[in-house]
């Protein structure tokens, strides 16, 4: 079914109204130069937005009401029931978890009650990063030191254009970084084959150099590169279609570097071996800091991605995947993934959280379903209890977590709807329990 989206609930605005340095939810960059424009029945953005942030701020913000088994409900009725639903079940499972700092507290404190499981929706990605943080540590940059510091960034395999589309903008083309002197340029490679280099360009963009190769072999260039610079010898000419001599250029590139940045996002190093191609680059990076500096740079943080985990880490110790079933938190990144949970059928209630875009939608599912959405998703069946929630940043204020885990934007409410929050929404359902 799809969830209905006509009867727009009606703008709290009057008149036209310009709004400066709004900070963006929808993706873990959270640009916060965006100008909007907040008129009497839509938002559009003017100013600073790309294609992603024109779609989530523009999306009509489509019909408030709630539905219990497809049928139309008010909001108190649909809370009564879901409530009724996660008093009922066994292990609740609170998946997506597409929310802000705010909302994911509620949800904290929803599952610590109800003795749920807690993953969200893009955290396989995360994990490709955590299990290497948890087990060897790493030298990472942020977003502020990348745009003032490197002189060399590489592109890692993922595309960074299409997830973040104004990063190379704010970030490697910024026009004048603190640190790099005047006329200074950077080099910016890129690492696999499909990767959109268009975005690379600018004054302060000087050699642009792609190394095409399967996405799966990334993490094999540069663990030849990290041998090279150890003078191992390969016994080969060339490593997934890069020549020695290309690896060794590279090499001696990184070696040069006064501050050099090797950038992924793990939602696009999605291949079984992932992990290890996260856990080479980090080894490198580790070895480049014996005689310069270096540093790794992970962006993700989509749909709340990076402020679940770090208010999962604040509240419980552990930064997701963890189950109150026993009455206190207990961790384990394979038994509570919410997919194996789902597959393996032992979930008996999927609790779906997906505030920010449509396209975060539950997996498919024997579980029946409570979903919390942004209106307009396309659900593939009619869930329990469907409560359409506003968007932090849009519908009401909140705050995010930026994909560098160093600070966290307030969002305002640019009053598009009376949509209520997430926040607003569990907390009323943990009182009805
Ligand atoms: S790059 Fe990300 S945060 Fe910046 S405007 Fe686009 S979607 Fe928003």
């Known amino acids: 079914m799809t969830a209905p989206s006509p009867a727009e609930a009606p703008p709290r605005a009057a008149a036209t109204e310009?709004?400066?340095?709004?900070?963006?939810?929808?993706?873990?960059?959270?640009?916060?130069?965006?100008?909007?424009?907040?008129?009497?029945?839509?938002?559009?953005?003017?100013?600073?937005?790309?294609?992603?942030?024109?779609?989530?701020?523009?999306?009509?913000?489509?019909?408030?009401?709630?539905?219990?088994?497809?049928?139309?409900?008010?909001?108190?009725?649909?809370?009564?029931?879901?409530?009724?639903?996660?008093?009922?079940?066994?292990?609740?499972?609170?998946?997506?978890?597409?929310?802000?700092?705010?909302?994911?507290?509620?949800?904290?404190?929803?599952?610590?009650?109800?003795g749920g499981v807690v993953d969200h929706g893009l955290s396989d990605g995360q994990y490709r990063n955590l299990e290497v943080l948890q087990t060897s540590g790493w030298f990472m940059s942020t977003l502020t030191e990348t745009r003032n510091?490197?002189?060399?960034?590489?592109?890692?395999?993922?595309?960074?254009?299409?997830?973040?589309?104004?990063?190379?903008?704010?970030?490697?083309?910024?026009?004048?970084?603190?640190?790099?002197?005047?006329?200074?340029?950077?080099?910016?490679?890129?690492?696999?084959?499909?990767?959109?280099?268009?975005?690379a360009k600018g004054g302060r963009i000087g050699e642009v150099i792609?190394?095409?190769?399967?996405?799966?072999?990334?993490?094999?260039?540069?663990?030849?590169?990290?041998?090279?610079?150890?003078?191992?010898?390969?016994?080969?000419?060339?490593?997934?279609?890069?020549?020695?001599?290309t690896i060794d250029d590279l090499a001696?590139?990184?070696?040069?570097?006064?501050?050099?940045?090797?950038?992924?996002?793990?939602?696009?190093?999605?291949?079984?071996?992932?992990?290890?191609?996260?856990?080479?680059?980090?080894?490198?990076?580790?070895?480049?800091n014996l005689t310069t500096r270096f540093a790794g740079l992970a962006l993700g943080g989509n749909e709340g991605a990076v402020s679940a985990a770090a208010v999962a880490t604040w509240q419980s110790g552990f930064p997701m995947r963890v189950s109150y079933a026993s009455g206190k938190p207990i961790y384990d990144s394979e038994r509570y993934a919410a997919t194996r949970l789902l597959a393996a059928g032992e979930t008996?209630?999927?609790?779906?959280?997906?505030?920010?875009?449509?396209?975060?939608?539950?997996?498919?599912?024997?579980?029946?379903?409570i979903v919390l959405a942004t209106p307009g998703m396309t659900l593939a069946a009619t869930p329990r209890v469907l409560i359409p929630v506003g968007t932090p940043g849009l519908d009401h204020a909140g705050r995010l977590v930026r994909c560098d885990n160093v600070v966290s934007l307030p969002l305002k409410s640019l009053d598009r709807s009376t949509l209520p929050s997430v926040a607003d929404v569990v907390a009323s359902i943990e009182l009805a329990l």
């Open 18 to 114: 310009i709004i400066e340095d709004v900070a963006c939810p929808f993706c873990g960059l959270l640009c916060d130069d965006l100008e909007i424009q907040r008129g009497p029945s839509r938002v559009t953005v003017r100013k600073n937005g790309c294609v992603k942030a024109v779609a989530g701020f523009e999306r009509p913000p489509g019909d408030a009401s709630p539905r219990i088994d497809g049928r139309p409900a008010t909001l108190a009725e649909a809370v009564q029931a879901a409530a009724r639903l996660i008093g009922a079940a066994r292990l609740p499972l609170f998946g997506g978890l597409g929310t802000d700092v705010e909302g994911m507290r509620a949800v904290m404190a929803l599952a610590d009650r109800a």
């Open 149 to 199: 510091r490197a002189d060399l960034v590489v592109i890692v395999g993922s595309d960074v254009n299409t997830m973040h589309p104004r990063f190379f903008e704010r970030i490697v083309a910024a026009p004048e970084p603190m640190f790099l002197g005047p006329g200074q340029t950077r080099t910016v490679v890129f690492i696999g084959e499909g990767l959109d280099a268009s975005a």
């Open 210 to 245: 792609s190394l095409p190769c399967p996405a799966a072999a990334v993490g094999e260039v540069i663990a030849a590169v990290r041998a090279r610079l150890k003078g191992a010898p390969l016994g080969t000419d060339a490593v997934a279609g890069i020549s020695l001599a």
């Open 252 to 288: 001696a590139r990184c070696k040069a570097a006064s501050y050099g940045v090797m950038v992924w996002a793990p939602p696009s190093l999605a291949y079984p071996t992932a992990d290890l191609t996260v856990r080479v680059v980090s080894d490198l990076v580790k070895d480049l």
């Open 348 to 369: 008996d209630l999927l609790v779906w959280i997906a505030s920010f875009t449509p396209e975060l939608v539950p997996p498919p599912s024997r579980a029946p379903a």
